[in-house]
């Protein structure tokens, strides 16, 4: 690894944790820790405002911040492989935005990097959502976001109708298929629902708030729980 490479991946470990020891910089750059004591000075003298001392740990201060012009040609592809296959999976609005996104970064990236990324051959040329899904997608997503229940007309597998208040805690892809995690006030439980069957959806103006049993981590554990006691 290149020195400035090395430099700049110390200072996008030491933004990423509370507390960074030079042991765990030294074992992830798999260099000594005398030149991780000799990188920190370096950086600190070019300006870089961490503090810490050799023993304690090091942290950056508040406010600091580096774009991520310095992707290898590796990273670069890996990029535009993530969003080549996440387009085709997302709703409209947050692919456009990953699009966007992907844009700006192969702006400023290197010539012979960007070049490498932009003729990846490696597409995802699965068919896009259909376009209910896709806008039922978009508004789960930012009901999620917004802690706002859901009114919800809801098709099962089995062919039958429901209406449900729910409490929207994530959405998740199954492959083909997408899935509404959410606190069920009909069922007063956690319920997993396909969003290719939702008939129709309403953001209601009424917000929710964590509750104790009623979180994300709460369905996650009761789910492990549930595997735990069948295997």
């Given at each position: 690894?290149?020195?400035?490479?090395?430099?700049?991946?110390?200072?996008?470990?030491?933004?990423?944790?509370?507390?960074?020891?030079?042991?765990?910089?030294?074992?992830?750059?798999?260099?000594?820790?005398?030149?991780?004591?000799?990188?920190?000075?370096?950086?600190?003298?070019?300006?870089?405002?961490?503090?810490?001392?050799?023993?304690?740990?090091?942290?950056?201060?508040?406010?600091?911040?580096?774009?991520?012009?310095?992707?290898?040609?590796?990273?670069?592809?890996?990029?535009?492989?993530?969003?080549?296959?996440?387009?085709?999976?997302?709703?409209?609005?947050?692919?456009?935005?990953?699009?966007?996104?992907?844009?700006?970064?192969?702006?400023?990236?290197?010539?012979?990097?960007?070049?490498?990324?932009?003729?990846?051959?490696?597409?995802?040329?699965?068919?896009?959502?259909d376009p209910a899904t896709s806008a039922h997608l978009t508004a789960l997503r930012e009901a999620t976001e917004a802690r706002r229940k859901l009114k919800m007309g809801y098709l099962d597998l089995g062919g039958?109708?429901?209406?449900?208040?729910?409490?929207?805690?994530?959405?998740?892809?199954?492959?083909?298929?997408?899935?509404?995690?959410?606190?069920?006030?009909?069922?007063?439980?956690?319920?997993?629902?396909?969003?290719?069957?939702?008939?129709?959806?309403?953001?209601?103006?009424?917000?929710?708030?964590?509750?104790?049993?009623?979180?994300?981590?709460?369905?996650?554990?009761?789910?492990?729980?549930?595997?735990?006691?069948?295997?």
């Amino acid at each position: 690894m290149r020195r400035a490479d090395r430099l700049f991946q110390i200072v996008q470990l030491i933004r990423g944790r509370r507390l960074t020891t030079a042991d765990y910089l030294a074992q992830r750059l798999e260099v000594s820790m005398r030149t991780v004591y000799r990188d920190i000075a370096a950086l600190a003298q070019q300006g870089v405002p961490i503090e810490g001392e050799a023993g304690v740990g090091y942290r950056m201060r508040a406010g600091f911040d580096l774009p991520p012009l310095m992707f290898s040609k590796q990273e670069a592809q890996a990029l535009v492989a993530t969003v080549r296959m996440a387009e085709s999976r997302l709703d409209a609005a947050l692919a456009r935005q990953a699009e966007n996104a992907l844009s700006k970064i192969l702006a400023v990236l290197p010539l012979d990097a960007r070049a490498a990324a932009e003729s990846l051959a490696l597409y995802a040329p699965l068919p896009a959502l259909d376009p209910a899904t896709s806008a039922h997608l978009t508004a789960l997503r930012e009901a999620t976001e917004a802690r706002r229940k859901l009114k919800m007309g809801y098709l099962d597998l089995g062919g039958v109708k429901s209406e449900r208040i729910v409490r929207p805690l994530a959405c998740l892809f199954w492959g083909p298929v997408w899935t509404l995690s959410a606190w069920c006030e009909l069922r007063d439980d956690f319920r997993s629902f396909r969003v290719d069957r939702i008939e129709t959806l309403l953001a209601l103006d009424e917000t929710f708030r964590d509750e104790p049993g009623k979180t994300l981590a709460d369905m996650n554990r009761q789910r492990e729980a549930h595997e735990a006691g069948g295997a």
